[in-house]
């Protein structure tokens, strides 16, 4: 019986979940805290006990790393988190599915392709491409079956940290203010989650997916200010917003950390952000969600699970 982990009940581990669902493939959702997700069973242990992390994996045929530690801490804590789990996954045969996003590249004025080199100049950046080239050797070296799944910032049911999270959808939805960054001028490539999901699962089930990493598929590009704009028309709600400013972030960040940890990627949102994703949809198909159709569930979402 084919069985698959998933490391993390955050709203892409949530969405890994609900592909395997839909294909009919037993799941297991493996959090520190025994966080239970509809369509899996739980396990409850700590992936960075590799001893404990590797019996929960026998058996597994696939994981799937979702699990981080806090935003402002990755530096510090990231690279040993994973390099738990894959020690777990050698021990079990698990063939080795990373949950990635696009840090690991420098700032670039043209679409961003997967074989750009990983040259990240931010402190979150380094940790993220120094983490592939970890997986990369490890493959390399026949070690490990890996593959990665790389997003764009990403927004969908479950997903609140994001930077179009609750901060965005959440306030807007509720007649406030959406917070913003950057050029409301500048086009970005938004990951829809369930897009995400529903493509690192395709990367689990095909070996031709091993050995490298995949940007996951997105609609077409968007300016910043017209997402806004389209998120509003769709609720029926005025696209009213507040623009955070590098000095904003500074300031809170004296309180809550994890805001000073967007400083240094605001440079996503100052420029245009495109992502192409042509490798992938070559062979594996392109099922990125229209986005009228994925803003009006995450909309939807949102008014379901208001606060208050």
Known sequence: ??????????????????????????????????TEVPGATTQKVDVRDTDALATALAGADVVYQASQPEYHRW??????????VVN????????????????????????????LPQAATTRKGRTRADMWRALEAEWK?????????????????FALGSQVGERFFGTLVAGKKAETFGDPN????????????????RLALDERSLGRAWHVPNASAITN????????AIAGVPANSVRRTAFQLR?????????REIIEMLYEFEHDFVVDHSAYAATFGDHGTPLDESLAVT?????????G
């Open 186 to 201: 500048a086009l970005h490539s938004y990951t829809y989650v369930v897009d995400f999901g529903e493509a690192l699962v």
């Open 88 to 115: 777990a996954a050698k021990r079990s045969g698990s063939t080795f599915v990373a949950v990635d996003n696009l840090y690991g590249y420098a700032p670039s004025t043209k679409p961003l392709t997967e074989d």
């Open 251 to 259: 300031l809170a960040g004296l309180f809550i950390p994890p805001a």
């Open 75 to 84: 530096p510090q804590e990231f690279p040993a988190l994973q390099a738990s």
């Open 225 to 232: 200010g017209e997402f806004l704009a389209r998120v509003a």
């Open 141 to 157: 070296a026949g070690n490990l079956k890996v593959t990665s799944g790389r997003a764009s910032d990403f927004f969908g049911p």
């Open 1 to 34: 019986m084919t069985r698959h982990a998933v490391l993390g009940a955050g709203p892409v581990g949530r969405a890994i979940v609900n592909s395997l669902a839909q294909r009919h493939i037993d799941a297991v959702v493996i959090t520190r805290s025994g």
């Open 299 to 307: 909309i939807d979402w949102f008014r379901q699970h208001a606060k």
